[in-house]
C-alpha cells in the first residue's frame, strides 16, 4: 500500500468520525448547537452559493423564492423573508423545527416554508428544498400547460414528466399542502400561477433540477416554433432512461406502471449519490477549511510515523 493510500484512509475516517459524532451532527437535541455544528455552517454556505446562483440566473427576483436544509430530523435550516437570493449571508438563516417553530436565528424565516415543511413530511429522502420562479418554467404553469415529455435524455433522467399543483394563496398551509399528492413520485412540481418547487438530497443537487427544467422548457418552446410535433425517444429508449434513474434513486411517476409490465429490473432505491468517489462527505456534509487542514495534518503526522518505523526495523 502507498504512502498516498494510506494517507486517504486515515483522512477519510477522520472525516467520517466528525461528521457523525453527535455534537458534530446535531443529534443532542440542542437548537444552538446543531446551527452552528460544522455541518449546519456547510450546509448554510451551499445555500448562500446557491442562491448566488439563482439570482444571476434571473430564477429568483427582489425578495422572490426561498431554500430550506432538513440538517437532521427534526430540524431545518432556511432562508429568511424579504431578502434577496443574491445577498444572503450567515446571519440571515434560521433554524425551524417542522411545524415552523423558530428554535435558533433572528431574522424571521421564509413566509413560504410550510411548503417545504410537508414536503419534507411526505418525502423522508427530501433533505433540500427550492422554491423559485424561473421564467420558462413559470410560463408554462402560468399558462396551466405542463411541458412535453421524453425530448431529451437529462431531462427524463433527472427530472422526467412534472406535476402541477393548483392554485392557493402563498405562504399558507393549504398552499404547502397543494404538492402533497405529488412530491412521492415527482421531484419537481409546477405551481399554476406561481413557479416551481424542487426537492433533493442537497441544494446542490436541487439547483442543478432548477437548471435542468428551466433550460427545458425554454428548449421546448424554441423547438414547437420550428416543428410543432416534435419527435420523441422511442419508447424502448426511454425504458432504457428509466433503468438509469432507478439505479440513482430518484423518483418516476412512471416506474409503477414500467415495473408491472416487468420492464424495468428491480433496483433498490438509494438516493442519488453525485458527489466525487474518493470523497466519503456529500455537500451537505462538507467541513470547514480549519477541520479540513487537521485532517491533513494528522495524515501527515501518521504517514511520517509510518516512515520512521519502517526506517527503523
Not at 107 to 127: C, G, M
Amino acid at each position: 500500500m502507498t504512502e498516498e493510500q494510506i494517507a486517504a484512509i486515515v483522512r477519510k475516517a477522520f472525516l467520517e468520525t466528525l461528521v457523525e459524532s453527535p455534537g458534530d451532527t446535531g443529534d443532542d437535541d440542542n437548537p444552538a448547537g446543531v446551527f452552528k455544528s460544522p455541518r449546519s455552517q456547510a450546509a448554510i454556505q451551499e445555500m448562500i452559493d446557491a442562491g448566488k446562483k439563482l439570482w444571476q440566473r434571473q430564477y429568483v427576483d427582489g425578495n422572490g423564492g426561498n431554500l430550506s436544509y432538513r440538517i437532521t430530523d427534526k430540524f431545518v435550516l432556511c432562508t429568511p423573508t424579504l431578502r434577496s437570493k443574491g445577498d444572503l449571508t450567515f446571519d440571515d438563516f434560521s433554524l425551524i423545527d417542522l411545524e415552523n417553530v423558530q428554535l435558533y436565528g433572528t431574522r424571521p424565516q421564509t413566509s413560504e416554508i410550510k411548503l417545504h415543511l410537508e414536503i419534507y413530511k411526505t418525502v423522508p429522502e427530501a433533505r433540500a428544498v427550492i422554491h423559485c420562479h424561473p421564467p420558462y418554467a413559470t410560463a408554462y404553469a402560468i399558462a396551466g400547460i405542463l411541458p412535453p415529455s421524453n425530448l431529451i435524455p437529462e431531462q427524463e433522467v433527472f427530472i422526467g414528466p412534472m406535476a402541477m399543483a393548483p392554485y392557493e394563496t402563498p405562504g399558507t398551509w393549504e398552499f404547502a399542502r397543494t404538492v402533497v399528492p405529488f412530491v412521492k413520485t415527482h421531484n419537481t412540481v409546477l405551481l399554476i400561477n406561481h413557479g416551481i418547487v424542487c426537492w433533493a438530497d442537497s441544494i446542490t443537487h436541487a439547483e442543478w433540477f432548477v437548471e435542468v427544467v428551466d433550460t427545458y422548457c425554454k428548449t421546448a418552446l424554441i423547438a414547437r416554433q420550428i416543428n410543432p410535433e416534435l419527435p420523441q425517444i422511442p419508447p424502448d429508449k426511454v425504458l432504457d432512461l428509466l433503468s438509469i434513474k432507478k439505479k440513482m434513486g430518484l423518483p418516476d411517476a412512471r416506474f409503477e406502471e414500467a415495473e408491472k409490465h416487468s420492464a424495468l429490473p428491480h433496483v433498490a432505491s438509494s438516493h442519488m449519490q453525485l458527489a466525487e468517489e474518493e470523497s466519503s462527505v456529500t455537500h451537505h456534509n462538507a467541513l470547514p477549511t480549519d477541520l479540513e487542514a487537521k485532517a491533513a495534518k494528522v495524515t501527515a503526522e501518521i504517514v511520517r510515523l509510518l516512515n520512521e518505523g519502517q526506517k527503523s526495523s
